[in-house]
């Protein structure tokens, strides 16, 4: 019964995954919504984003007496997938209950509401890498063909969050206080993420273990270090993977068991 359940969420999971006009013109609906009658839309997220990597940046360059040409690119890149992480992390754990209504009133399986979820961050995400452009410009770094590898980094990032989406979107629809929970641990856990410090600037000391131990600082690099032509050893895209899917696996584990409870949960 057991490996019945979770071949029928399998099923449902990759049906709807195969099926990105649906979630992804919902995604697309929610931004348009979100930023009506305004001139540039979502792109007022990128340049307060902008305005924080320009002036934290600089200063926690200063502060840390790194080259600026070399830490506000890491810093920049750092902090947009971060902000992919965490805002979809934040939003998974919500997203059940957020989508209550529809989910009471419309038979559609519960997949659809967290690809539509992920999709919406994955556009706002693009809008961001702007800045990653605007940084090229200024301050250029050498570009190398291993700058691709972000594509793989980011499809392990992506099944990461989708599994732990799903875990964490029913978690906390039967219980409502871990989603406060969660916001309070992903603000702990940032600043034990190399974003506002450097590896190099780390090691050799106690807290390098940090960026051995911490699962979000693998993913994150998956993305950053491609991105700025740095090379990725193959323990941290084994490392990566295993813990894409692990998430997965726990995701795929709650959605076959549960998801036929949450509409009872909400």
Known sequence: ??????????????????RPDRWGTLALMDISLRYRRTVIGPLWI??????????????????????????LPSFAIGLIVWTLIATTLQEGSNIFVASGHLIKAVPAPLIVHVLQMIARNVLIFAHHLVIVVLLYVVLPWPLHWSMLLALPGFAILFLALLGGSVALGMLCA?????????????????????????????????????????????????????????????????????????????????????????????
């Open 174 to 266: 039967r219980f409502r206080d871990i989603g406060s929970a969660i916001v309070s641990g992903l603000q702990f856990v940032f600043f034990l993420t190399p974003i506002i410090w450097t590896e190099d600037s780390a090691r050799g000391t106690a807290f390098h273990w940090l960026t051995l131990v911490n699962p979000f600082a693998t993913l994150l690099d998956l993305v950053r270090r491609p991105l700025l032509s740095q090379p990725t050893d193959a323990e941290q895209w084994l490392l990566g993977a295993l813990y894409a899917i692990v998430a997965a696996a726990i995701g795929l584990g709650c959605y076959a068991k549960y998801r036929h409870r949450v509409a009872y949960w909400l």
């Open 1 to 18: 019964m057991r490996g019945s359940r979770i071949q029928l969420a399998a099923k449902e999971i990759l049906a709807q995954a195969a």
């Open 46 to 71: 990128t340049l307060t984003l902008a305005a924080t990597i320009a002036s934290v940046g600089t200063v926690y360059a200063a502060l840390f007496k790194q080259d600026i040409a070399v830490f």
